[in-house]
């Protein structure tokens, strides 16, 4: 039998290729023919790791004629999610960050090879704005069929907590597997189906899921980067944080990583700590490592290590915690990228963290993926 010719597919906003790897991981037999990304670094980064440079601009220029020249069949967009975080404006699509978003949805109309399948990944809160209703509405008009879902890695074994929003799109010619779904908002996967072994954790509640997650200890590097048990108390200012950005890990290892007292005195009660044993971590921000506070976890590594319960954390008993940020392998890790994936050298720890915050979690979106290319 024949093997059909693969998916021909564009990657809008593609960042460090967190959307490429899911493809890879998701089995489908695609083929990336273009990917777009307005930002230089990430393109670096990109090209190091794909060996293919994105077309680098905005986004917002592109024509229909433009993009009928890839004869694309698939679309994947992970647009910036600025307008609809919590902490911002929240003005959707009257933020001049969503423009590019919206322009290239309104150009599908007048093209001659319109994508059939589309995959749009955001933050929780875009399924309340105007930029979610235009995306639908431009979907129902040219007969496209949705599924939506808000999705987290732990829904999928990984101990990381970063619920997304995800919309899958098909026209109507090809069937959802499970055309039930059709028009709704799911909060599980069980519709996926893509895997018996984790099939049984996708209704539990929170604290259930938790119990079926690998512990944050798979997640670390190998190399023993534990602050152990020399002493970072007062001498690591925050000072050395910032001459640390710019180093590349192997460098100054464990100094580039110690949280500094001033931070635990400062921000303390605030700070997200988890333990290798732990089964959940918070969500890394783009601006983990510049701010403790809201942006990710941080990891308790004394050896000694006897889990403090909230309420009871003093200064001087964080302290002895030895905090240490996650490095960003272990934040790609979390993130479920492939080994392979690296850095080139040049490339900042902080812009790192930043890149890799901006990305998505691979364990999350390959099933997505593997589900909205499959035929009935
Ligand atoms: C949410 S991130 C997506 C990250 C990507 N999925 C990844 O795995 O790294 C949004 C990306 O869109 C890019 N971007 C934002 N506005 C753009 C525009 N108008 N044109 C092109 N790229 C844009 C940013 O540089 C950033 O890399």
């Known amino acids: 039998m024949e093997t059909p010719p693969p998916w021909r597919v564009l990657e809008f906003y593609s960042g460090i290729g967190g959307m490429r ?7 489908v037999q695609a083929e990336v023919v273009e990917a777009f990304d307005i930002n230089d670094v990430a393109n670096d980064v990109y090209e190091h790791n794909f060996g293919h440079r994105p077309c680098q601009g905005n986004i917002q220029t ?24 919590r902490q911002g404006l929240q003005k959707h699509s009257a933020d001049a960050r969503a423009f590019s978003f919206i322009k290239i949805l309104n150009l599908m109309s007048n093209m001659r090879f319109p994508p059939q399948v589309l995959f749009v990944e955001n933050v929780v809160g875009f399924e309340v704005s105007d930029t979610h209703d ?34 899958l799109a098909k026209q109507e010619s090809m069937c959802f597997q499970n055309a039930s779904a059709n028009k709704k908002l799911l909060w ?30 798979d997640f670390l590097e190998t190399q023993s980067i ?17 001459e640390a950005d710019g180093c590349t890990p192997s460098e100054t290892v464990s100094q580039d990583y110690i949280v500094p007292l001033n931070l635990i005195e400062r921000w303390g009660n605030a700070m997200d700590i988890v333990y290798p044993e732990s089964k959940r971590c ?35 008993s964080l302290n002895e915690l030895r905090l240490r940020f996650f490095t960003p392998r272990e934040v790609a890790n979390l993130h ?19 890149m890799l915050g901006n990305s998505l979690s691979v364990a999350v979106v390959a099933p997505l993926l593997h589900y909205l290319f499959s035929e009935k």
């Open 226 to 242: 534990n602050i152990g048990d020399q002493d970072c108390s007062g001498t690591i200012s925050a000072c050395n944080l910032k």
């Open 282 to 316: 918070c969500c890394f921000t783009k601006s983990y490592y510049r701010y403790v506070k809201g942006t990710g976890s941080l990891l308790a590594t004394s050896k000694n290590l006897k889990p403090i319960p909230k309420e009871n954390l003093e200064i001087s």
């Open 188 to 217: 599980t996967p069980t519709c996926l189906k893509f895997n018996s072994t984790t099939q049984n954790s996708y209704d539990q509640n929170e604290d259930e899921l938790e119990i079926a997650c690998r512990s944050i200890k």
């Open 21 to 27: 790897y899911s493809l890879t991981a998701s089995g």
């Open 134 to 167: 235009q995306l639908l509405e431009v979907l129902s008009i040219l007969n496209f069929n949705t599924q939506e879902f808000i999705l987290s890695p732990l829904q999928f074994g990984v101990p990381y907590s970063r619920p997304r929003y995800f919309c």
């Open 62 to 85: 592109l024509t229909a004629s433009d993009l009928d020249k890839y004869k694309a069949h698939a679309w994947l967009l992970s647009p910036p999610c600025q307008p609809y975080t």
């Open 336 to 354: 479920s990228f492939p080994s392979s994936f690296c850095f080139p050298d040049h490339i900042s720890l902080r812009q790192q963290y930043a």
